[in-house]
């Protein structure tokens, strides 16, 4: 990898927060000025995110960003077009976070990451438009929050759903009492993926910084068959990938409740024997208190399918017995359907009648409209990393009872530890490969 200083990265190691701290930082933008954006993550996501801001009057991309230098030129493009202006390409994300006229990074880099560009963002004074799912452990999801609240920074996840107002209507239903005492909700996330292609090690291209690419997770042999979604080194998997904005969706229905008392996973690789390790079917059970948590998903089932786009953008409902991403909020009195992403609620009494309903609108303007303001006001946005942290930990630790052989697990709020369980403690944190290392302090 070229040499690229980030002030000698951060002399030498990501654990000398106080070097990044004295950093001279960029004041937050007045209403009048544009915000100066950054990407880092060139692929499908990152750049659909990245043109949407570029299409704002109030933002400018300023950098885009990737290891792989043909996708930051396909995105360039695709920027410049959008918002009529260049954007400068770099390699090295550590180049946005020197310069101190960058307001914000987006990062829409694999899971792997998430956090540590965050933190190094952060660390650098900037605030950050993260993707989901928000981290690739629960230690990392805790690290992102102390980083971002040590350092005064705004941390919005891309879990946008939160910032639609639908979704918001369908929170105050079950608060105004109309299903009663809600003691299940149930979440699907069920879908037909392909088989992993098998491949071989390649030799990687030119233009390719697969070290950088890497970077924490270990560098395995380059297969460009093998998607990152489908290895633990680089995914929390192709199920919570996606999973994870019905979960919030859910954690918001169900008043936010940070932390479930236990969970235990049922499934594993069923039906895509690819060669993969991880499942491709997972069911998981969150207790909290006397209301039950019930996630059904799987990789292999084509009748099931995502809301379609010109549901989420219409007034229209899906069709909820087959909706590959809905949730069902079970009340004492009342019956919900929801769908994410635009998908729209139902609300159905005891007579099985329909009592209310709103169509739903897809939440991604709402959602960078909020992250701009709150880049001015300094407020903590609708998906703040904190939120990200408590939807992203019951993905983690789901995928950790499979590991310990899809066992029972009692999770303890206070150290967000497993209780006497040390071989599910393990997979609480990684192994990081040097120098990208999240440090213990940041």
Not at 262 to 289: C, M, N, S, W
Not at 404 to 414: A, C, H, I, Q, S
Request: net charge positive; glycine share 8%.
């Amino acid at each position: 990898m070229a040499p690229v200083n980030r002030r000698d990265f951060l002399k030498g190691t990501l654990s000398t927060a106080a070097v990044a701290a004295v950093l001279p930082q960029r004041p937050s933008r007045a209403a009048n000025e544009k915000v100066m954006i950054g990407l880092m993550g060139c692929g499908g996501r990152g750049t659909q995110v990245a043109q949407m801001f570029a299409g704002r009057s109030d933002v400018q991309i300023v950098y885009v960003c990737d290891p792989d230098n043909r996708r930051s030129a396909r995105t360039k493009q695709t920027i410049e077009k959008t918002q009529g202006k260049p954007t400068q390409v770099v390699q090295d994300f550590r180049r946005i976070l020197d310069d101190k006229s960058v307001d914000a990074l987006i990062n829409a880099t694999p899971d792997h990451w998430h956090a540590l560009g965050t933190i190094m963002a952060c660390q650098a004074g900037k605030d950050v438009y993260t993707e989901k799912p928000l981290s690739h452990n629960v230690w990392e999801g805790r690290k992102m929050i102390e980083a971002a609240r040590k350092y005064k920074r705004i941390v919005q996840v891309g879990m946008q759903t939160r910032s639609a107002p639908y979704a918001k209507e369908a929170v105050e239903q079950i608060r105004s009492g109309k299903l009663g005492d809600v003691h299940a909700v149930r979440v699907f996330n069920m879908m037909q993926h392909p088989l992993m292609g098998q491949g071989s090690v390649q030799p990687v291209p030119e233009g390719f910084d697969y070290d950088l690419w890497c970077g924490p997770a270990p560098k395995l042999p380059y297969n460009p068959s093998r998607s990152w979604l489908n290895q633990w080194e680089y995914s929390c998997g192709p199920i919570p990938g996606d999973l994870i904005h019905q979960l919030d969706f859910a954690r918001m229905l169900m008043g936010d409740k940070p932390y479930p008392g236990t969970v235990a996973h049922a499934g594993g690789v069923h039906a895509l024997k690819d060669g993969r390790e991880i499942p491709d079917t997972q069911f998981a059970l969150y207790e909290y208190g006397d209301l039950t948590l019930l996630c059904e998903s799987a990789l292999w089932t084509p009748y099931m399918k995502k809301i379609p786009i010109f549901i989420r953008d219409n007034d229209l409902f899906p069709d909820w017995p087959f909706c590959a991403t809905r949730i069902e909020v079970l009340g004492t009195k009342g019956f919900m359907y929801v769908g994410r992403h635009g998908g729209g609620w139902q609300l159905y009494d005891a007579d099985n009648k329909v009592i209310d309903f709103r169509y739903g609108r897809q939440g991604d303007k709402w959602h960078q409209d909020n992250f701009i303001q709150c880049l001015r006001t300094r407020e903590r946005p609708n998906a703040d990393v904190e939120q990200g942290h408590y939807s992203a930990l019951l993905c983690h630790i789901a995928n950790i009872s499979y590991l310990v052989g899809n066992r029972k697990l009692t999770f303890d709020p206070k150290t967000e530890t497993f209780v006497d369980a040390p071989d599910a403690n393990k997979h609480l944190r990684r192994t990081y490969r040097e120098p990208w290392v999240v440090p213990d302090q940041v």
